[in-house]
């Protein structure tokens, strides 16, 4: 069992910046690789990003390319996502997913684990 707490959230004018944490329990927090999805009121939670439990390998989706970036401490058990360049429509509620099923993930059935989400509101 892993247990993920999201922090960091809040709101932020557009062009502006944040950082999400997330905080696993565990000692087995380096064998799962991690990712973050968001979901926007009325749409689908999609994938944002996602790194290795190596961190050999990140993805991001096409919306985010260039403005997020991904990292882990796995001394410290924790996930980060750096936003940059934020815009209206990165506002969501985003969410940290860790998985031992495969070696990254960009599908949500890829996770195994989820976080309760924290909220990102960049006003226009």
């Known amino acids: 069992q892993v247990r993920l707490v999201e922090s960091g959230g809040g709101l932020v004018q557009t062009g502006g910046s944040l950082r999400l944490s997330c905080a696993a329990n565990?000692?087995?927090?380096?064998?799962?690789?991690m990712g973050w999805f968001r979901q926007a009121p009325g749409k689908a939670r999609e994938f944002v990003a996602a790194?290795?439990?190596?961190?050999?390998?990140?993805y991001y989706a096409d919306s985010v390319k260039g403005r997020f970036t991904i990292s882990r401490d796995n001394a410290k058990n924790t996930v980060y996502l750096q936003m940059n360049s934020l815009k209206p429509e990165d506002t969501a509620v985003y969410y940290c997913?860790?998985?031992?099923?495969?070696?990254?993930?960009?599908?949500?059935?890829?996770?195994?684990?989820w976080g309760q989400g924290t909220q990102v509101t960049v006003s226009s």
């Open positions: 565990g000692r087995t927090f380096s064998s799962y690789a």
């Open positions: 790194i290795s439990r190596n961190t050999d390998s990140t």
């Open positions: 997913a860790a998985t031992n099923f495969v070696v990254i993930g960009t599908k949500e059935y890829n996770y195994r684990y």
